[in-house]
């Protein structure tokens, strides 16, 4: 069973950065990549950035440039280093994969993150 546990969500003045941190239980993020995803109140889940097995990263519109996914694979972990964070970026962020011979979506528990003065 693998298992997902986030941390290093909190409360930051706009403007400010904050570092998230995935720690898988097994080595999956160097075999199928990892994600991060948000939920703000009211809205529904939002892919923000993805990065593959071989270090490919992609990124949502709304936080290219200000977030940077990467992973240590001799860790098992994959980071989100969000700055020039905005009100609109408070969520609770999630961890995700997919195993793919699994056919299995694989999610932590969540960290929340809020942007606020």
């Known amino acids: 069973q693998v298992q997902l546990v986030e941390s290093g969500g909190g409360l930051v003045q706009p403007g400010g950065s904050l570092r998230l941190s995935c720690a898988a239980s097994v080595g999956i993020f160097s075999v199928f990549g990892g994600d991060w995803y948000r939920q703000a109140p009211g809205k529904q889940r939002e892919l923000v950035s993805s990065?593959?097995?071989?270090?490919?990263?992609q990124y949502s519109d709304s936080v290219k440039g200000r977030f940077t996914i990467s992973k240590d694979d001799g860790k098992n972990t994959v980071y989100l280093q969000m700055n020039v964070l905005k009100p609109e970026d408070t969520a609770v962020y999630y961890c995700h994969t997919y195993h793919k011979q699994f056919r299995k979506h694989y999610w932590g528990q969540g960290t929340q993150v809020t942007v606020s003065s």
């Open positions: 990065i593959s097995n071989n270090g490919n990263t």
